[in-house]
T-cell receptor, first 113, second 109 residues
Framework: DTGVSQDPRHKITKRGQNVTFRCDPISEHNRLYWYRQTLGQGPEFLTYFQNEAQLEKSRLLSDRFSAERPKGSFSTLEIQRTEQGDSAMYLC???????????FGEGSWLTVV | EDQVTQSPEALRLQEGESSSLNCSYTVSGLRGLFWYRQDPGKGPEFLFTLYSAGEEKEKERLKATLTKKESFLHITAPKPEDSATYLCAVQANDYKLSFGAGTTVTVRA
């Protein structure tokens, strides 16, 4: 396995700008997850795909957040009109059926100034 | 709603001083309980998945156990390189993970 890959690793943006993060899961993993983590807290679930279908989205997630997984391969997470409260590490994870071991990437740090 | 509580929040150990971390959970239909290690500024690193009460798994100085209400991560004779935040998460039938806030372990030489 080459591991879950996330890009960019760090992003500084001005309030009100849009940002997009990319995640490349482990090859042949059909489940892909997005989480958000702030300092001192555990990761918080954002959304989850099985293949290209988005199966669940956190009800706490603002409409400014959108995620896609075209063709069931890589995924993107876009945040529109960023706010300072969006500053966090955005984590991507993937797993396969039936092994179900969920592997995380190194995360993408977002700082909104 | 699934809930995970980890204790203590922080643990300072002397090298070689064994200890245990606790993860208490409530979940509707446990599919699996996961343990991860997280170093500062990095993503969580997978350690174990436990699926049923009574199950135990070991890796080097770490041993995870599971009951119907909690899981323990035992660290035997820790070394400074075991210093990290240890995260516990439960997976229900919807496949998503619900995490605790973690226990930060510091091992002094």
């Amino acid at each position: 396995d080459t591991g879950v890959s996330q890009d960019p690793r760090h992003k500084i943006t001005k309030r009100g700008q849009n940002v997009t993060f990319r995640c490349d899961p482990i090859s042949e993993h059909n489940r892909l997850y997005w989480y958000r983590q702030t300092l001192g807290q555990g990761p918080e679930f954002l959304t989850y795909f099985q293949n290209e279908a988005q199966l669940e989205k956190s009800r706490l997630l603002s409409d400014r957040f959108s995620a896609e997984r075209p063709k069931g391969s890589f995924s993107t997470l876009e945040i529109q009109r960023t706010e300072q409260g969006d500053s966090a590490m955005y984590l991507c994870a993937s797993s396969s059926v039936p092994r179900n071991t969920i592997y995380f990437g190194e995360g993408s740090w977002l700082t909104v100034v | 709603e699934d809930q995970v509580t980890q204790s203590p929040e922080a643990l300072r150990l002397q090298e070689g001083e064994s200890s245990s971390l606790n993860c208490s959970y409530t979940v509707s239909g446990l599919r699996g309980l996961f343990w991860y290690r997280q170093d500062p500024g990095k993503g969580p690193e997978f350690l174990f998945t436990l699926y049923s009460a009574g199950e135990e798994k070991e890796k080097e100085r770490l041993k995870a156990t599971l009951t119907k209400k909690e899981s323990f991560l035992h660290i035997t004779a820790p070394k400074p390189e075991d210093s990290a935040t240890y995260l516990c998460a439960v997976q229900a039938n919807d496949y998503k993970l619900s995490f605790g806030a973690g226990t930060t372990v510091t091992v002094r030489a």
